[in-house]
């Protein structure tokens, strides 16, 4: 990761998120410590941690100690968990837990008192800085809620103008709310990316995803395709979107029709070759989008092709 995390810097990539799942992938606190010694000007992020497995003061000690390592180039991201919650039967976070976590891990930052049931308990040696905190949102109420109180969203609800103009429409109307402009919430745009010429192939590896997109609003469907069960009864550990054999996840999900993974790609990936993603791109860029978050395909793999890729054709 770290090695990685060189290159993106290397070729240009502002940004580096790492995800937070303690059972999926390796620490993200540790992973981040690696990062941040062998870079110096990429910023950091997780994307994301949550209120179920991290308490506020240990999430504030360890953004403490990623603000002083990387000269404040780090941004916490912030939402009600999912992987790392789902997986042990857990419940995520609520709305008002996630306000409630993001005020006291901002209170600590800043050397102030909370109260515990022992008494007043602070932070020695607070950065006493404020890191921009980007909450994680796709529905309408959590994208109100990143108005209202995040300095970001990381939204991955499409890339299409409708699903951009629904984010900010969302986002304004929070901000509003709290009194807030909504320009001064950044929106990182994520999406699942491959840079090839055989765009057959890629919209494939996006299979399971368009599976996991059909099985979560079956109107898509109609009434020509039946799913094979639910997300959970095609027993997939930890779950289809995160299986550990793509290949097999692939043909278990051979149901889904063409047109709803055109779709799902269409909405939600970039897909082609270097000059046709490039075109691409530069097409969000002009419709607002200054914050770009690409994915690779694989959950355990490293994104080296998507780094490269993007590297030699779209950020060269």
């Keep these: 990761m770290a090695e990685v995390a060189r290159r993106a810097e290397k070729v240009g990539f502002a940004y580096l998120w790492v995800p937070d799942s303690q059972l999926l992938w390796n620490d993200v606190w540790a992973t981040l410590g690696a990062i941040a010694v062998g870079t110096d000007q990429i910023v950091l992020g997780t994307n994301v941690t949550n209120p179920v ?21 780090f941004v916490l991201g912030i939402g009600v968990g999912d ?36 008494g007043r308990y ?37 890339i299409d103008e409708a699903s951009l103009e629904y984010a900010r429409e969302n986002i304004a109307a929070g901000a509003a709310g709290a009194g807030r402009d909504a320009s001064e919430v950044e929106i990182a745009v994520g999406c699942f990316a491959y840079l090839g010429n055989d765009i057959d192939h890629g919209k494939r590896l996006m299979r399971p995803y368009a599976a996991v997109f059909a099985l979560r609003h079956p109107e898509l469907l109609g009434d020509e395709v039946t799913a094979p069960g639910t997300e959970e009864q095609l027993a997939f550990y930890p779950d289809l979107g995160h299986a550990r054999d793509w290949e097999a996840a692939i043909e278990a999900t051979d149901w889904v029709p063409d047109r709803v993974l055109d779709d ?26 200054d914050n770009l978050y690409v994915r690779g395909v694989h959950s355990y793999e490293l994104p080296l092709s998507v780094l490269e890729g993007f590297g030699q054709h779209v950020l060269g």
Excluded: H, W
């Design 53 to 73: 497995t991290r308490e506020a003061a240990v999430t504030a000690g360890a953004t403490r100690t990623l603000i002083e390592s990387t000269n404040r180039r």
């Design 83 to 118: 992987s790392s919650v789902r997986i042990q039967g857990r419940p995520p976070a609520t709305m008002s837990e996630l306000r409630r976590y993001v005020s006291e891990v901002r209170a600590l930052l800043r050397g102030e008192s909370l109260s515990g049931s022992s």
């Design 264 to 289: 799902f790609c269409d909405r939600y990936c970039l897909i082609g070759d270097g000059p046709s993603i490039r075109r691409k791109v530069d097409g969000l860029a002009s419709a607002g989008v």
């Design 122 to 158: 602070r932070m020695v040696e607070a950065t006493e800085v404020e890191v921009p905190v980007f909450v994680s949102a796709t529905g309408p109420k959590m994208l109100q809620l990143a108005g209202e109180i995040g300095d970001g969203a990381i939204f991955v609800g499409g």
